[in-house]
């Protein structure tokens, strides 16, 4: 028996917007899976609200709106750092601010889900694996 190289990718068949996708990544087919269900899910939402059914419409409003969650996000957080940097004067990453945050018990609802609070530990620099998702030609 002779084992996959560690740089192996991993094929997964995924499903967007009821059409069928062969991805190929290095992160494993849990992980792609998981964002191909994010995206498929924001795709739908933003297609039961506008009458088109112009898919690449609807695939750029999705990538935008999501985009702009990102964006939103950073922002929070980087704004935090500049923040809590200028108190300690040991400016921290955004990450570093989002996960060593200390949160009261009562502001514990306004916080992301664990859920994608798992998702952007695994972003963390030092932990981070490229995605590197590729179609693969049918």
């Known amino acids: 028996m002779s084992k996959e190289p560690e740089d192996?990718?991993?094929r997964v068949e995924v499903k967007i917007f009821n059409r069928t996708?062969?991805?190929?990544?290095?992160?494993?087919?849990?992980r792609i899976a998981e964002v191909a269900r994010i995206v498929d899910e924001r795709m739908r939402?933003?297609?039961?609200?506008?009458?088109?059914?112009?898919?690449?419409k609807i695939a750029v409003?999705?990538?935008?709106?999501?985009?702009?969650?990102?964006?939103?996000i950073r922002n929070y957080y980087e704004g935090a750092t500049v923040?809590?940097?200028?108190?300690?004067?040991?400016p921290q990453s955004w990450?570093?601010?989002f996960f060593d945050a200390e949160?009261?018990?009562?502001?514990?609802?306004?916080r992301l889900s664990s859920k994608v609070s798992?998702?952007?530990?695994?972003?963390?620099?030092?932990?981070?694996?490229s995605m590197n998702i590729e179609a693969e030609d049918e």
Do not use: H, M, W
């Open 95 to 97: 990450f570093d601010n």
């Open 103 to 110: 949160v009261p018990v009562k502001d514990r609802s306004e």
């Open 83 to 90: 923040e809590k940097s200028e108190e300690q004067q040991q």
């Open 118 to 129: 798992a998702k952007l530990r695994g972003l963390r620099p030092g932990n981070q694996e």
């Open 8 to 10: 192996s990718t991993e």
């Open 61 to 72: 409003l999705a990538a935008l709106n999501l985009a702009d969650e990102i964006y939103e």
């Open 21 to 30: 996708y062969v991805l190929r990544s290095k992160s494993g087919a849990d």
């Open 45 to 56: 939402q933003i297609s039961s609200q506008i009458t088109t059914y112009d898919v690449a």
